[in-house]
């Protein structure tokens, strides 16, 4: 299910092999990171990595400030603060979490603030659910954070330190939010490769403190009143500087790749090149999509599939480039966009980037389980026309189609 | 009929409110109107914009004034730092203008001779039916005389449910001020001459020397940078100012000592003694680039030394 690394060319940094779950994983990159403050508060399916590092805290092997808050809003407070001071933060949540913590998003986008969030990903409620789909993170697209979506437990590990590393660069300084799939990653158990020297971690991602910051030598005031005179035009470097930020997310990854041997790119396609139908889909179901593309193509049906890594900035260009010659594009959504063009966010997003009509597939929703022979039951209706684009259509509901 | 107006004044002297209330008579009298103010955070003191349009036909175009056919000013201190929208005045349009000197001065003042000016003390007449420095009452009322609406009956009506306090107070204000407003015609008026400029839709809320800038240019994040408020002078916002009678001082320095702003200043004056001979000695002294006229000095004072004089 993790055959999306690319095979390393060189690989300079010693590495061994551990098991660890998607969130003990994020955990221990936070740590290799040298996160200087942390403040979260746990939720379900996160907890995990708030435990952990409060034990790495505890234990002394993190030297950081761990903030106990009492809620989520105080926890994005607090790593806004810690940040504004040029600390290096980490905070990690989900659902109901990141709502609770909704107001304070755009402000560490406003002031530019590097933050890091990981995020295992959870529905909302009600009814209450703590299980896993991607309601939570497709609510803050619009906020102006650097939006990573990511498939394993290696994946999140890796993006975790490359996020700092992006977060950071003076061509970008804004917050930036990993996230994995709740339970689906977040309780797997997985091989994961972590460097034997922790310093090479840091080595590739240094703390710049190059933000914008609270300095006692350099006063300023940050946070001032925004009358309409300024307000937009300061909004707007942050817009530019998301816009940069494809670029450095782009370098940040081929680095890592150089040092680390594992490189993801902003988005990953999987058999594209002659495809005549393409399925794009998003977290941990990639593995199996990979799975229904291969039987597909035995089956003599010329697909393909597109894994999309980096949400915010929408690598917009790149998707047109790779699904421009592709007649039929089904995009499955793990998260409900009610009553929205499509049903799905992401195939709306897909349609108004490549201009056609998409499939839109919901699956996974309040994580219903799913299996390739489901995927490949829809790609074929799909294939055979039995599906009308523009129409939203389920895998997994019953009593729908 | 489109009557379009803006509403100049500080922060504390009821601008939006005079807005509201002839909207409001207006409204009570049949016509359609839109009282759109323009302002930030509510500061006494501050220069203040608001734009009142009245018009026959329903009004959808909420959007501000330009050029407008009539500018109130509430002030005459800023007529200066806004001579914009004093010069954007349609020829043949209306100054009102709240001040304390005389028509010919104003006239000087104003330096427009194709508008209608319109002088009226509304300070002194606030002051003697309200008890306070808002010459807004006062000002509609000449606004209501020289446009020949809203109707006096509409303006005591719109004080009502504006206000609902004080109604006969500022109703007896509004109708010295019809009364008394001093008309002066223009000398001349080019109906087809076009102002000499319009009022800039991104200058409301611009209080201080600022450079407008880019997006690229902006600082990042909005962060502020230790500056000066020696560059911001407020000493505008005076209605009267400290006037002190050094032969009255005896020095207690009180005045220094309860002076909410700094303005009081310890200078030395030249001063002639009983044989001719001529020295210098310590006096109070006012900075009235600071002094925002709250007459504090003036009730401490224990000799009387300090009296507040109109200047407004």
């Known amino acids: 299910m993790t055959a999306q690394l690319v095979a390393p060319k060189e690989r300079k940094v010693a590495q061994k092999r551990i098991a660890l779950t998607g969130n003990h994983a994020v955990a221990l990159a936070v740590k290799m990171a040298r996160v200087e403050v942390i403040a979260a508060y746990p939720i379900t399916p996160q907890t995990p990595v708030v435990e952990r590092l409060a034990e790495y805290v505890n234990n002394g092997e993190l030297d950081a400030e761990y903030i106990p808050v009492e809620s989520e809003h105080s926890a994005m407070s607090a790593v806004i603060g810690a940040s504004a001071m040029g600390a290096r933060t980490f905070t990690e949540t989900s659902s109901q979490g990141l709502y609770h913590m909704y107001e304070n998003l755009p402000i560490a986008v406003g002031l530019r603030l590097p933050v890091v969030m990981g995020m295992a990903v959870r529905t909302i409620s009600a009814p209450i659910n703590v299980w896993g789909d991607y309601s939570d993170v497709m609510a803050m697209r619009e906020l102006g954070w650097i939006i990573y979506v990511t498939q394993s437990a290696q994946e999140a590990f890796d993006t975790v330190i490359q996020a700092y590393r992006v977060a950071e660069d003076s061509r970008v300084h804004l917050p930036a939010v990993v996230a994995y799939d709740g339970f689906w990653t977040s309780h797997v158990l997985q091989p994961l490769d972590v460097p034997e020297d922790e310093e090479e971690v840091v080595r590739y991602a240094p703390i710049t403190r190059s933000w914008v910051k609270l300095d006692v030598d350099n006063p300023a005031q940050l946070g001032a009143v925004g009358t309409p005179e300024w307000y937009w035009e300061i909004r707007w470097q942050a817009v530019e500087a998301l816009r940069t930020s494809l670029k450095v997310i782009q370098e940040a990854d081929e680095e890592y790749g150089k040092v680390f041997g594992r490189s993801y790119g902003i988005l990953t396609p999987y058999r594209l090149e002659d495809a005549e139908l393409a399925i794009v889909a998003y977290g941990s179901i990639f593995g199996i999509v990979k799975k229904v593309v291969d039987r597909l193509r035995r089956e003599g049906v010329r697909s393909g599939a597109l894994k999309l890594r980096v949400l915010r900035p929408w690598p917009g260009d790149m998707i047109k480039k790779l699904l421009e010659h592709v007649d039929k594009v089904a995009v499955i959504d793990r998260a409900i966009n009610h009553g929205g063009p499509l049903y799905g966010p992401m195939a709306v997003e897909i349609a108004a980037t490549i201009q056609k009509p998409v499939y839109n597939v919901l699956a996974t929703i309040g994580m219903r389980a799913i299996d390739s022979d489901m995927i490949y039951d829809a790609a074929v209706k799909i294939h055979r026309g039995l599906w009308a684009p523009n129409t939203p259509y389920t895998v997994g509901l019953r009593g729908y189609e | ?312």
Not at chain 2, 187 to 198: C, F, L, N, Q, W
Request: charged residues 25%; contains cysteine.
């Open chain 2, 1 to 312: 009929m489109r009557v379009e107006t803006v509403w100049l004044g500080r922060g504390g002297q009821g601008i939006v409110t005079a807005t509201y209330i002839v909207a409001n008579a207006s409204i009570i009298d049949g016509f359609y109107a839109i009282a759109n103010p323009e302002f930030g955070a509510e500061r006494r003191g501050a220069p203040v914009k608001a734009f009142l349009t009245i018009s026959k036909e329903p009004i959808e175009d909420q959007e501000p004034v330009k050029t407008p056919d009539v500018v109130v000013v509430f002030d005459d201190k800023l007529i200066d730092s806004m001579r914009f929208a004093i010069d954007a005045v349609k020829p043949g349009g209306y100054v009102i203008i709240n001040t304390g000197k005389s028509p010919e001065e104003a006239k000087k003042l104003v330096g427009r001779d194709d508008v209608y000016l319109v002088v009226l003390d509304a300070i002194d007449i606030a002051r003697r039916h309200v008890k306070l420095d808002v010459p807004n009452g006062p000002l509609a009322g000449a606004f209501s005389k020289v446009m020949g609406f809203p109707t006096l009956e509409s303006i005591k009506q719109a004080f009502e449910t504006q206000l609902g306090k004080a109604v006969e107070q500022n109703f007896a204000a509004t109708k010295e001020a019809y009364e008394k407003a001093v008309v002066i015609p223009p000398a001349r008026v080019d109906a087809s001459a076009k102002p000499k400029g319009i009022i800039s839709t991104t200058s409301a809320f611009l209080t201080g020397p600022y450079e407008i800038v880019g997006w690229r240019e902006v600082n990042k994040a909005g962060a502020v940078f230790p500056g000066t408020s020696l560059l911001y002078t407020t000493g505008g916002w005076r209605i009267d100012k400290p006037v002190i009678d050094h032969s009255k001082c005896i020095m207690c320095r009180k005045c220094w000592l309860y002076c909410p702003d700094d303005a009081i200043v310890e200078a030395w004056r030249e001063v002639e003694g009983p044989r001719g001979r001529r020295f210098r000695m310590k006096a109070i002294d006012f900075d009235y680039q600071y002094c925002k006229g709250c007459g504090v000095c003036a009730e401490v004072c224990p000799t009387g030394a300090i009296q507040m004089v109109r200047e407004l």
